[in-house]
Nanobody, 125 residues
Framework: QVQLVESGGGLVQAGGSLRLSCEASGRTFSNYVMGWFRQAPGKERDFVTAISRGGSSTYYADSVKGRFTISRDNAKNTVYLQMNSLKPEDTAVYYC??????????????????WGQGTQVTVSS
């Protein structure tokens, strides 16, 4: 089992920044590809970004490329999501997730085995 706890959400004005953290406990953190997803009210859970086990490869949804950055610190069992130039349409509950799959398909939510409880991000216009 892997337990994931997100933090860092909040209310921010458009154009502002937030940094989300997700701390893992349980299994060996570095064995997992880590992802961030988000879900707005009445909408499906959408892929945001993912990072490989060692951190050398990252993947982003087109909607956040150039604005969001994912990183991880395996010594601290933590994955981060730096969000800059936030827009009202970024408003959602953000979830981190862990998967042991290899070879891609990191944008598919059902590929992930473990999920955090989510943290709310609200961007005002």
């Amino acid at each position: 089992q892997v337990q994931l706890v997100e933090s860092g959400g909040g209310l921010v004005q458009a154009g502002g920044s937030l940094r989300l953290s997700c701390e893992a406990s349980g299994r060996t953190f570095s064995n997992y590809v880590m992802g961030w997803f988000r879900q707005a009210p009445g909408k499906e859970r959408d892929f945001v970004t993912a990072i490989s086990r060692g951190g050398s490869s990252t993947y982003y949804a087109d909607s956040v490329k150039g604005r969001f950055t994912i990183s991880r610190d395996n010594a601290k069992n933590t994955v981060y999501l730096q969000m800059n130039s936030l827009k009202p349409e970024d408003t959602a509950v953000y979830y981190c997730a862990a998967t042991r799959i290899s070879g891609g398909a990191y944008s598919i939510a059902r590929q992930y085995d473990y999920w955090g409880q989510g943290t709310q991000v609200t961007v005002s216009s």
